[in-house]
């Protein structure tokens, strides 16, 4: 089973950027889809990129050109840069690992990802 420990998340002001990084443990992320989840208070998670196990990438709408995800698999680690950050980026930001290994299809749903992180705070300021 993998453990998986984000870090990064803290106050910034609007227009400012951040990265966020999740180290996983126990399991290697190689071949595997990761995923950064979002949620803010009183609302569902939402997914804000993911990594596929092939290296492709893909992006809600609502951070398209504004945010990176990539990994490092020898060093087992998932980045999410966030540059021109909004007051509504403001959540709770948690790293995920899809339980299928070399999946090669493009249907990602949330179910999929069975590990998670602890979550990391992100809150912007306008």
């Known amino acids: 089973q993998v453990q998986l420990v984000e870090s990064g998340g803290r106050l910034v002001q609007a227009g400012d950027s951040l990265i966020l990084s999740c180290a996983a443990s126990?399991?290697?992320?190689?071949?595997?889809?990761m995923g950064w989840y979002r949620q803010a208070p009183g609302k569902q998670r939402d997914l804000v990129a993911i990594i596929t196990g092939a290296g492709s990438t893909m992006y809600a709408d609502s951070v398209k050109g504004r945010f990176t995800i990539s990994r490092d698999i020898p060093k087992n680690m998932v980045y999410l840069r966030m540059n021109s950050l909004k007051p509504e980026d403001t959540a709770v930001y948690y790293c995920a690992r899809d339980r299928r290994r070399f999946y090669g299809g493009s249907d990602y749903p949330i179910e999929s990802f069975d590990s998670w992180g602890q979550g990391t705070q992100v809150t912007v300021s306008s």
């Open positions: 126990g399991a290697t992320i190689g071949w595997y889809a």
